[in-house]
């Protein structure tokens, strides 16, 4: 993700996130942190006309990750779009030496829940009233890459469930950029 992909990602977050979307400020700190040597990592999913319709977010601090964000348009999930995004967290997590991967998901999120699932993440605990203002409980769930082999993104990484290959032949996945400041 580069400066001028913060305008169209957080319209995309206002439209999937209505009530607890990310500001700009926020998006502008993460993206601070975003460079060699720093603790973030984001990438965005653009068509071939540059729309962004994907994004998504990592920390990583000493032995540990955390996905910050992931969104997917409505338009195009179930393309297996998401899965690319999370497969691109997933090995930046492990190229970085993360011990284990952690998000925090929805309770009500069973989709985004499932795709989690299919990569090895298990529930871990709930944060109550995590997702504010509507006080929706958040969902722990944790991926242990230490305990994989180091290409272990390609061994959890499905690719592709049912879910994911309803791609209209006219509707093609859009392609993910690993776009940081620097390259």
């Known amino acids: 993700m580069r400066w001028w992909h913060i305008a169209p990602v957080l319209a995309l977050e206002l439209e999937l996130f209505p009530e607890d979307a990310w500001s700009a400020g926020m998006f502008w ?3 601070a942190e975003a460079h060699p ?5 984001y990438t965005v999913a653009v068509t071939p006309d540059g729309a962004v319709v994907g994004y998504a977010g990592l920390m990583a601090v000493g032995g540990d990750g ?5 969104a997917v348009d409505g338009r195009h999930q179930g ?3 998401g899965a690319a995004l999370l497969t691109d967290l997933v090995r930046e997590a492990a190229r970085r030496g993360c011990a284990d991967l952690l998000l925090e998901v929805r309770v009500d999120n069973t ?3 499932r795709l989690y699932e299919r990569f090895g993440f298990e529930p871990v605990g709930i944060r109550r009233g995590y997702y504010q203002p509507a006080g929706i409980d958040a969902l722990v769930m944790r991926l242990d890459l230490a305990a994989a082999p ?3 993104a390609d061994h959890v990484a499905p690719a592709a469930a049912p879910e994911d290959l309803d791609e209209p032949a006219d509707h093609p996945r859009p392609d993910v950029k690993k776009d940081t400041p620097h390259g």
């Open 111 to 113: 989709r985004a829940q």
């Open 150 to 152: 180091a290409d272990h």
């Open 66 to 70: 955390d996905v910050q964000t992931i």
């Open 37 to 41: 040597g720093g603790t973030r990592h």
């Open 79 to 81: 393309t297996g779009l």
């Open 29 to 31: 700190s993460e993206l």
